[in-house]
């Protein structure tokens, strides 16, 4: 599966972006897909994770209730809608896809990605 994240930019605090992974390949409706993002000059960390259409996902603490994965298999597209937008989401974020069944954080088991888009959130 090959991946491309867009939809970026700036907004400010309080504000709301959509982010959309667009993927190649047949096997997505069997791909489990997650957003990851990177701060500047730190880590990259886990954000949201859904399995299959309808599933429940799973997301990191500092987003529940503001973000929401989504996705549809037909267009094979993925979505993160975030909402109530804080400076520190400000991050380059990832999506990326995985054949397993799963919504882990952990980034070894995501084996495909796509570039980043980058978000920035001002006060």
């Known amino acids: 599966v090959q991946l491309q994240a867009f939809g970026g930019g700036l907004v400010q605090a309080g504000g709301s972006l959509r982010l959309t992974c667009t993927a190649s390949?047949?096997?997505?409706?069997?791909?489990?897909v997650a957003w990851f993002r990177q701060p500047p000059g730190k880590e990259r960390s886990f954000v949201a994770a859904?399995?299959?259409?309808?599933?429940?996902?799973n997301y990191a603490e500092s987003v529940k209730g503001r973000f929401t994965i989504s996705r549809d298999d037909a267009e094979n597209t993925a979505y993160l809608q975030m909402n109530n937008l804080k400076p520190e989401d400000t991050a380059v974020y990832y999506c990326?896809?995985?054949?397993?069944?799963?919504?882990?954080?952990?980034?070894?088991?995501?084996?495909?990605w796509g570039q980043g888009t980058q978000v920035t959130v001002s006060s």
């Open positions: 990326a896809a995985s054949p397993s069944s799963t919504t882990t954080s952990l980034q070894y088991a995501w084996k495909s």
């Open positions: 390949g047949r096997t997505f409706s069997r791909s489990s």
């Open positions: 859904i399995k299959w259409h309808n599933s429940i996902p």
